[in-house]
Nanobody, 118 residues
Framework: QVQLVESGGGSVQAGASLRLSCAAS????????MAWFRQIMGKEREFVAA????????YNDDSVKGRFTISKDNARNTVHLQMNNLKPEDTGVYYC???????????WGQGTQVNVSP
């Protein structure tokens, strides 16, 4: 089992930055893939960024590449999402996710709200 707790959401104006954090517990952190997803009102949950157990990163190129950076702190069992130059269309609930095998992400946090005003 993996438990995930997100933090760092909030309300900012367009152009500002936020840093989301996800603290993981329950099993060896270095052997799992971690990711961020978001759900924007009226849309399905979408992938934002991932940090694999091997150290590779992937991003949703269409919406966040160049503005968001995912990083992992193995010593603190934490994954971060640095979000710069935020836009109103980034508003939504951001979820941390983990998976222990190839396939769907099977562990989810409770979500943290991000609001970006024009």
């Amino acid at each position: 089992q993996v438990q995930l707790v997100e933090s760092g959401g909030g309300s900012v104006q367009a152009g500002a930055s936020l840093r989301l954090s996800c603290a993981a517990s329950g099993r060896t952190f270095v052997n799992i893939d971690m990711a961020w997803f978001r759900q924007i009102m009226g849309k399905e949950r979408e992938f934002v960024a991932a940090f694999s157990w091997s150290g590779s990163t992937t991003y949703n190129d269409d919406s966040v590449k160049g503005r968001f950076t995912i990083s992992k702190d193995n010593a603190r069992n934490t994954v971060h999402l640095q979000m710069n130059n935020l836009k109103p269309e980034d508003t939504g609930v951001y979820y941390c996710a983990a998976r222990t095998n190839v396939g769907p992400y099977n562990y989810w946090g409770q979500g943290t709200q991000v609001n970006v005003s024009p």
